[in-house]
């Protein structure tokens, strides 16, 4: 049943999740605003039209994507403020999440038209159910740079940041981002990625950077799929080895060589004014990541 409301009375934009994979992740509340909504904002409309035949539902459907939602959001509006109420869909998983759908909300909200999420499926919130990593805090940053400089660039600045760390990635990057992250952040920080999470292959690799690196090169499916990839934050003294414009890990470096580990700490600590101990610690870390 499609509802259309008085003059004067905007319509509702419900925000829908949709499957990542498996269609049966689907909610019942989804499917019955799918059902009764008066048209459907898609991605792709080809995509979002076999979601709707396997569910059984005709509806008119709107491309709104990153390359028009500009101007087509405009339309959207004025279908909800003369009274229709309109779904807004991604490909799959929730909308806005590295998906377009930005531009709409801020100028539905703007127009005093109520906007309400209908919840479901969403990958990163998937992947760290089931990674292992700490929860209590993360950090999405959605996709990597595409460019290897430009990447390196985004994990360097967050190398020392404590949160879990989460990113999308596609299959033809994944190699050389694990490969990124290991020169960034070390072989040995713990990652983990979820392959075709939902669906029939769905696969889990976990471990140091570089296990995980040689686990997918082995895999003959290993550059396949979607990939959601996780990395554990980094210590509390390890993100705290950074003391004004002073970056320790280097200063620990250029001094290893030269001096023992001890006196190394001891100078580090009278630049930085950080902990001996953790400075200590610090080195001694970099030193088995180098052997």
């Known amino acids: 049943m499609q509802v259309t409301r008085p003059e004067g009375h905007p ?18 509340r989804a499917g019955k605003v799918l059902e009764r909504v008066a048209v459907i904002a898609a991605e792709d409309t080809r995509h979002s039209g076999r979601l709707l035949q396997h569910l059984g539902i005709s509806k008119p459907l709107i491309a709104l994507h990153d390359h028009n939602e500009r101007d087509k959001a405009r339309g959207v509006l004025e279908r909800l403020l003369d ?5 807004l869909v991604s490909d799959a998983g929730t909308p806005l999440i590295s998906d377009p759908g930005y531009v709409l909300v801020r100028e539905a909200r703007a127009a005093g038209i109520r906007v ?28 990597l740079p595409a460019k290897r400089a430009g990447r390196q660039a985004v994990l360097d600045e967050l190398r020392k940041e404590v949160a879990t760390l989460v ?16 020169d960034v952040m070390g072989p040995q920080r713990d990652i983990v990625l979820g392959r075709e999470l939902t669906k029939t292959f769905e696969t889990f690799y976990s471990g140091p ?16 799929g979607e990939f959601v990839v996780m990395v554990r934050g980094a210590e509390k003294a390890e993100a705290g080895l950074m003391a ?33 101990n953790e400075l200590y610690q610090r080195a001694l870390e970099l030193r088995n990541s180098e052997g």
Do not use: Q, W
């Open 167 to 182: 990113f999308y990635e596609s299959p033809h990057r994944i190699m050389n981002t694990v490969a990124d992250i290991m």
């Open 209 to 224: 950077a570089a296990d995980v690196h040689a686990a997918l090169h082995e895999d003959t499916h290993g550059s396949r």
């Open 116 to 143: 309400s999420p209908i919840p479901g499926p969403c990958a990163l919130v998937a992947g760290l159910s089931a990674a292992g990593l700490p929860t209590d805090r993360f950090l999405f940053a959605g996709f």
């Open 11 to 28: 319509g509702t934009l419900y925000i829908v999740a949709t499957p990542i994979g498996n269609l049966e992740d689907l909610s019942l």
């Open 244 to 276: 004004g414009a002073l970056d320790v890990d280097r200063l620990l470096t250029l001094l290893m060589p030269e001096l023992p580990l001890k006196k190394v700490a001891r100078l580090a600590s009278e630049l930085s004014g950080l902990s001996k």
């Open 83 to 87: 009274g229709a109420d309109v779904a």
